[in-house]
């Protein structure tokens, strides 16, 4: 193509705006009017103040924002390659247009490749995918009698280990076990560099758990899964998230966590946020998928391992906030537990929100709820 006519689509492009109509969720509550859309930005919002019960136009709410998601459409982060624009690809179709991918408890030398393939990825996004804000590091600094899914490759941490993969894809966010030795130590390091910390895989007293937070932590990982429970002469860190957390991530398929203890998390930790905690399996048919080093198996809403434990999820994002509404919440606060409240504990301001001048990441969603279409940055990503 030649220079000039590239530039003049160029300009089209940046000069074209575009505009959705529907019943728009803002910071102010529902409108019923028009969103414009304006180089990959929301240009401006007008309308009426509206009760979206009333109407059949559709809801315009903001995309999800996933930190907790291992893989999808087929593909594992672990196996390195093209995965994580796979799996960024496939949980876009479901309204996720941020995540963070996932990694597993692995070797060192398996961890360096995914690293290695994910940072080549971040280098190159993927079209009509996610946005990738980094990588959620789970394990392998994990206490190793509490493992899960996880594969048995649990060690003790150490800065370098956790910068030579750093240097490779940012980690935005760690799972970790204060527990173990040198772990507050690396926590308080972690936190003051601006890397999300959350306690999980732990079977932490809930004093530990405090202890952690004072030093930096702020988060949980996959709340009650993983974790010492609560018994009320051993709170355990479920107990210290629901007296303490601000903030923590909870698998919202309802197989993981069962509706009364999500509600109950809800009342206890204010800006609880949903995760899918995904496998590749998410987005796919029933069968044997890869999780890591482990051979996992899809049948319906759970992927389960070879011996039946619970082996991450096949959750997409928009069956998550089906999830919450199922369970009598609003979707304006199903929403700020999908996208708003995971922004603001990363730290990305520019995003959960529909207002102007935020990024044009927007779920088009039926009255029943079910995806119409999704805009990353503006860019329709469904046909
Ligand atoms: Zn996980």
Known sequence: MAPSMAQAMHGQTGKRAMTLEGNILTPEGWFRGELTIRQGRIAGVSGTPVNPEDNDAPRIIPGFIDLHVHGGGGADLMEGGDALATLASTHARFGTTSLLGTSMTASREALIHAFGDAGRIMATPPERAADILGIHLEGPFINPDMLGAQPPYARPGTLEAFDELDALAPIRVITI???????????????????????????????????????????????????????????????????????????????????????????????????????????????????????????????????????????????????????????????????LWPARYLGVNDRGILAPGYRADIVTLSPQLEIEQVWVAGQPVLE
């Open 177 to 339: 076990a204060p527990e173990v030795d040198g772990h507050m130590a690396l926590i308080k390091t972690l936190a003051a560099r601006g890397v999300r910390v959350q306690i999980g895989h732990s079977a932490a007293m809930h004093d530990q758990c405090v202890e952690a937070l004072q030093s930096g932590a702020r988060g949980f990982t996959h709340l009650y899964n993983a974790m010492s429970g609560l018994h009320h002469r051993a709170p355990g860190v479920v107990g210290a998230a629901l007296a303490h957390g601000d903030y923590a991530e909870l698998i919202g398929d309802l197989v993981h966590v069962e509706a009364g203890a999500l509600l109950a998390a809800r009342r206890a930790i204010p800006h609880l946020y949903v995760v899918t905690d995904a496998t590749a399996a998410a987005g796919m048919f029933d069968g044997e998928y890869r999780l890591g080093e482990h051979r996992v198996f899809k049948q319906g809403d759970s992927v389960r391992l070879a011996d039946g434990g619970l082996a991450g999820s096949a959750l997409t994002m928009d069956v998550a906030l089906r999830n919450l509404t199922g369970l009598g919440l609003s979707l304006e606060e199903a929403s700020q537990r999908l996208s």
